[in-house]
């Protein structure tokens, strides 16, 4: 009988170390997307190439960083990634809220590469768009190749009708690119693991909790874009 006890005790106790070593690595895991895409707002802000014009942010309504996206090769043309998406408050920023993105085609590739990706959304009608639990870019919400330099004058109706703009980075440079037919997915267990009162993005997006010091980190960065 003791015996019997002290194994389900056991169990018990392995099963609750095992949760709690799980929700630390998705913890740490979300933390680690947001701290990379801290960084690719500070590398595109001294960025030599000025190819992303930073007056599209100061405008925006929302703005999505995906570090680190793994992109398909000639055949496959596909993309996955994992980042963080921001909404403009009259105060700042409110978020970060996880996403992932995948599907889509970047056009023609030489092999498989990493490439950052960062979604400029313009009007509330695309940033409402984040706050559903997926939904297809260039279907759902208006798409196009972001502006370069000084061209925002001259850009698509996106900049006057609402859509978003998709810039990427690869060896360096910031780029206009296309992600027509991606799918952006809501990423809820990472927002729990990351916020613990919530996995609600559209609760994380309207400034309902605070995030943590790496997050508050990004928003810090973001408030400094000129």
Same mark, same amino acid.
């Given at each position: 009988?003791?015996?019997?006890?002290?194994?389900?005790a056991m169990a018990v106790w392995l099963a609750l170390a095992t949760s709690? $070593?799980?929700? *630390?690595?998705e913890q740490q895991e979300a933390d680690i997307i947001v701290d990379k895409s801290r960084l690719l707002v500070e590398e595109m802000m001294i960025s030599g190439d000025r190819q992303m014009p930073e007056s599209l942010i100061r405008q925006a309504a929302g703005i999505a960083l995906i570090p680190g996206?793994?992109?398909?090769?000639?055949?496959i043309g596909a993309s996955y990634g994992t980042g963080v998406v921001l909404q403009r408050a009259p105060e700042g920023w409110a978020g970060p809220a996880f996403i992932s993105i995948g599907g889509g085609s970047l056009g023609l590739q030489i092999g498989g590469q990493s490439v950052d990706m960062i979604l400029v959304i313009v009007g509330q009608? $695309?940033?409402? *768009?984040?706050?559903r639990n997926e939904f297809k870019l260039g279907a759902d919400a208006a798409l196009a190749v972001g502006p370069a330099g000084a061209r925002v004058s001259t850009a698509t109706d996106i900049t006057f009708k609402g859509g978003i703009y998709s810039y990427s980075r690869a060896s360096g440079l910031f780029a206009g690119i296309s992600l027509e037919g991606a799918v952006?997915?809501?990423?809820?267990?990472?927002?729990?693991?990351?916020y613990k009162d919530t996995g609600s993005t559209?609760?994380?997006?309207?400034?309902?909790?605070?995030?943590?010091?790496?997050?508050r980190r990004l928003k810090s960065v973001l408030d400094k874009v000129k």
């Open positions: 009988m003791h015996v019997t006890i002290r194994i389900a709690a $070593a799980a929700d *630390a690595a996206m793994l992109k398909g090769g000639l055949i009608d $695309a940033m409402n *768009a984040f706050m952006v997915s809501s990423q809820e267990e990472l927002n729990r693991a990351y559209a609760v994380i997006l309207a400034g309902k909790v605070g995030p943590p010091e790496s997050g």
